[in-house]
């Protein structure tokens, strides 16, 4: 003698298919009620804008070489205190690391086009 009987097996089993097929049912609706992201464009991410509507670059283009190089020393130095408070275990918003390089790179491109 086990410690199930056929009837109480087959019971459990009919049990476990039925709540197999209800999670299958809720899993279609919570996909068919989900709504689909769609991925960003290499266009929509490459041009970052300024609050004023205008691209960084179109904005940093106004400036003149001198603030320019100041600016890149800012931007330089805010990685570097990043790069700080990463080791020294302090929270760091990496989006804004992430814009301080580009930013760096933006300007390095505008100082080479003048030259």
Same mark, same amino acid.
């Given at each position: 003698?086990?410690? =199930?009987?056929?009837?109480?097996?087959? +019971?459990? =089993?009919?049990?476990?298919?039925?709540?197999?097929?209800?999670?299958?049912?809720?899993?279609?609706?919570?996909?068919?009620?989900?709504?689909?992201?769609?991925?960003?464009?290499s266009i929509q991410r490459s041009s970052?804008? =300024? &609050? %004023?509507?205008?691209? =960084?670059?179109?904005?940093?283009?106004?400036?003149? *070489?001198?603030?320019?190089?100041?600016?890149?020393?800012?931007?330089?130095?805010?990685?570097? *205190?990043?790069?700080?408070?990463?080791?020294?275990?302090? %929270?760091? &918003?990496t989006s804004e690391y992430n814009q301080? &390089?580009? &930013?760096?790179?933006?300007?390095n491109m505008i100082l080479a086009e003048? +030259?």
């Amino acid at each position: 003698a086990g410690f =199930m009987t056929g009837l109480a097996t087959a +019971k459990m =089993m009919k049990l476990l298919v039925l709540g197999l097929l209800a999670l299958a049912s809720v899993g279609e609706a919570f996909t068919a009620t989900t709504p689909q992201r769609t991925a960003f464009t290499s266009i929509q991410r490459s041009s970052t804008v =300024m &609050k %004023t509507g205008e691209s =960084m670059a179109a904005e940093l283009r106004k400036q003149s *070489d001198e603030e320019l190089m100041q600016a890149v020393d800012a931007a330089q130095a805010a990685l570097y *205190d990043m790069r700080h408070k990463r080791a020294t275990r302090q %929270t760091v &918003k990496t989006s804004e690391y992430n814009q301080e &390089k580009y &930013k760096i790179n933006v300007i390095n491109m505008i100082l080479a086009e003048r +030259k």
